[in-house]
């Protein structure tokens, strides 16, 4: 709870938005929610349609870019057309985050 009044405190609870706070923050998490934390990116980094935050933001990319790529595969779709001239650059800031997040640990780049 130190944590969501020191970084989280303008997000409101239950929101996609908060998840990522603890993402970003991850360092500062205690041993036990930094392992929640894990588990669940590992979860979304196995398959993308968990990522609430990713299909949110690149709904339209996904549409535009990997209308039948099978869900566990969309990130992987989304990075290879990533520096299209047609990106929404949100969703392109929102792709380098995932491939940031897998570069961190070899256990979230499946």
Not at 63 to 75: E, G
Request: hydrophobic share 25%; net charge positive.
């Amino acid at each position: 709870t130190t944590l969501f009044r020191s970084y989280c405190q303008t997000i409101p609870y239950g929101n996609a938005q908060m998840i990522e706070c603890l993402k970003e923050n991850r360092k500062q998490l205690t041993p036990r929610c930094h392992q929640k934390v894990f588990k669940l990116q590992e979860s979304e980094m196995m398959d993308s349609e968990l990522d609430y935050t990713l299909m949110r933001v690149c709904k339209q990319m996904i549409k535009r870019f990997c209308p039948d790529t099978d869900s566990k595969n969309i990130l992987q779709c989304l990075k290879q057309n990533k520096n299209s001239e047609t990106m929404d650059p949100k969703c392109k800031q929102m792709i380098t985050k995932r491939q940031i997040t897998q570069n961190a640990d070899y256990r979230l780049n499946p």
